[in-house]
């Protein structure tokens, strides 16, 4: 009887070495063979997953659109506004929900190193920027939902820098740790102003 393999638990599985890979060191520094290692395969293997680096990595942005729009669409449809005093309080849970990794999901952790590559790549800047645009949209209907009508695509935008903010700060562990319960409040002064 054959191997049943679950192509996409190995391929997230590369996309996760890859990940460990440049915790240590530089993504322009990793190679495939380094990967490979890390997934715990041979090169050869790897590669009927991953024909070259440029398509892992194009594989990775992709994981990260899904991851976060999945995780986004899921908290909002999972958790009423109802059961919250105020939309600030709706708001300030589901940035605490990003900032603290309370899902214990294999959280992206590369984002920084990626988003460097579009000032140097035009198909990664293009899928970049298609993973904003995605994030945007399931933004938008999530907060259409809270705040109705009246919420724009500068509002969607707002929060997506914020969550993309808080998921780098997360990586590099430089914020305080304080903004994880209020971070939507901490807005609060320059609009009172």
Not at 111 to 138: G, M, P
Request: hydrophobic fraction near 40%.
């Amino acid at each position: 009887m054959p191997l049943i393999v679950d192509k996409d638990k190995v391929r997230l599985d590369i996309l996760m070495a890859f990940e460990r890979c440049m915790k240590e060191t530089p993504m322009m520094n990793v190679s495939l063979r380094d990967i490979a290692k890390e997934a715990g395969m041979s090169h050869a293997n790897l590669l009927n997953y991953f024909t070259s680096k440029d398509d892992l990595v194009l594989s990775y942005i992709r994981y990260v659109r899904d991851f976060v729009s999945n995780i986004c669409t899921d908290w909002f449809a999972t958790h009423s506004r109802k059961r919250y005093k105020s939309n600030l309080n709706y708001l300030n849970a589901f940035m605490a929900y990003v900032a603290e990794n309370s899902f214990g999901e294999k959280r992206p952790g590369a984002l920084a190193q990626i988003y460097v590559l579009t000032h140097y790549n035009n198909e990664i800047a293009e899928l970049v920027k298609e993973e904003f645009a995605d994030w945007r949209k399931v933004m938008e209907e999530a907060l259409v939902k809270v705040y109705g009508d009246e919420v724009s695509k500068k509002e969607a935008e707002a929060m997506v820098i914020l969550i993309v903010g808080t998921l780098i700060c997360n990586y590099c562990d430089v914020h305080t740790g304080r903004i994880s319960s209020n971070i939507v409040s901490q807005f609060g002064p320059l609009l009172d102003s």
